[in-house]
């Protein structure tokens, strides 16, 4: 890769630090968020001081105002989104934003759900491809009756991931570059607020067992937290920082950010990017963007709407198709806390967009650019 402008590693590197900062007044005034802003560091960077949001808003107007002097259109763009993220959240925490001031201002993108045209598309399409198939009836028996088909129980998920993470490695290393990081250690956990989670600090993935599983959704996460996904873009961004093509802000992992619906995109691509899928692949993608798509109605009756947490409960229940009682709960545990409603739209919209944009099996300079480092909705169109 071609060495990064110095002038734009060293204001990365500057934004970088303010983040941190801000991170360090986000979590002073939310002790009950054990995530921050910044999620995880991959390389220890020192933070820049700010007394309080009053000042640490100062600096971010200054910073977005330098980002509109950078060369690099996809920088450019993407710092600008990035310090309006920063100031949103700033404005979150002084006071306050709605549901739709908080998809627009953290992840700059557009503030509504999925909507029911946009989801009986999806519906319509598995219909026809569960069809096809060879199952029957309407399209709930036909999702009913292929999620028991490849159902796997919950004492054969480690085995089943782990065999599953040794392919994904080879089919990555492939069409990608030799990968570094190990294996991470697969941990069952039960009652928690995600489908799966990767700790890479930990080198740990934990994968929830209470919804219904089948061996196509333990690919998909497979390929979503570990290889092509997670722990690659990680490894990939860290590489890229420190052999001089990468950016310092790079390194950390954000949340309430505008590289949220990319870098969860990307993960949730790893299938169609590796040119890895058959055609009960295709159900499970579709199955999946269509929950991020319920999540995100859920989300809006919940923060927008008034719903009863039972009444988003419902609405989930009668539409998921699969999943299960135990997906139900763990999404309702994800959107229902203060703040955290705005994120599912990362799974929504972000694998839409990088499949429309992204063939199977990218030019390595253009998988380097998509996993060396974070882009926005917006940006990432100006790399391709």
């Given amino acids: 890769m071609v060495e990064a402008p110095e002038a734009t590693r060293r204001y990365a590197l500057a934004l970088a630090r303010a983040y941190l900062g801000l991170d360090q007044l986000h979590r002073a005034a939310n002790p009950e968020d054990p995530w921050g802003l910044v999620v995880l560091e991959l390389e220890r960077l020192e933070p820049e001081p700010f007394p309080d949001f009053a000042a640490a ?10 980002a509109r002097s950078l060369l690099e259109p996809d920088r450019r763009t993407y710092y600008l ?56 009836g309407d399209l709930a028996q036909r999702a009913t009756a292929w999620e028991a088909r490849h159902r796997v129980e919950p004492e054969q998920i480690e085995q089943t991931m782990l065999m599953l993470t040794d392919e994904a490695r080879g089919r990555s290393e492939a069409v990608f ?92 691509s790893g299938g169609h990017l590796l040119d890895w899928e058959d055609a009960d692949d295709k159900v499970q993608a579709l199955l999946t963007n269509y929950r ?68 199977p099996r990218p030019p390595r300079a253009l998988a380097q650019k998509l996993y060396g480092r974070m882009h926005s909705l917006e940006s990432v169109a100006l790399i391709v």
């Fill in 57 to 66: 808003k100062v600096r971010f107007n200054e910073l977005r105002g330098q």
């Fill in 81 to 136: 989104a990035l310090c309006g993220s920063a100031l949103a959240v700033i404005e979150w925490n002084t006071q306050g934003l709605g549901l739709e001031a908080q998809i627009e201002g953290f992840l700059a993108a557009p503030p509504r759900p999925a909507s029911e045209a946009e989801l009986e598309e999806i519906r319509g399409k598995l219909h026809g491809l569960l069809g096809g198939m060879g199952y029957a």
């Fill in 177 to 268: 570059w030799p990968i570094e990081c190990p294996d991470p250690q697969i941990k069952i956990v039960s009652g928690a607020a995600f489908n799966a989670r990767c700790d890479y600090a930990r080198l740990t993935v934990e994968v929830n067992r209470d919804p219904v599983l089948t061996r196509q959704s333990l690919k998909h996460l497979v390929i979503h937290e570990i290889f092509p996904g997670h722990c690659l873009q990680f490894e990939t961004r860290r590489r890229a920082y420190l052999e001089g093509w990468g950016y310092a802000d790079g390194l950390l992992s954000l949340v309430k950010s505008a590289g949220s619906p990319l870098f969860e995109g990307v993960a949730d």
């Fill in 292 to 359: 991020a798509g319920l999540g995100t109605v859920a989300a809006w009756g919940l923060h927008k709407l008034g719903w009863s947490r039972d009444q988003a409960a419902d609405y989930l229940h009668r539409n998921s198709l699969s999943g299960g009682a135990g997906w139900v709960d763990n999404r309702l545990g994800y959107i229902a806390p203060k703040g955290r409603g705005a994120h599912v739209w990362s799974y929504w919209l972000g694998e839409r967009r990088l499949r429309s944009l992204v063939a």
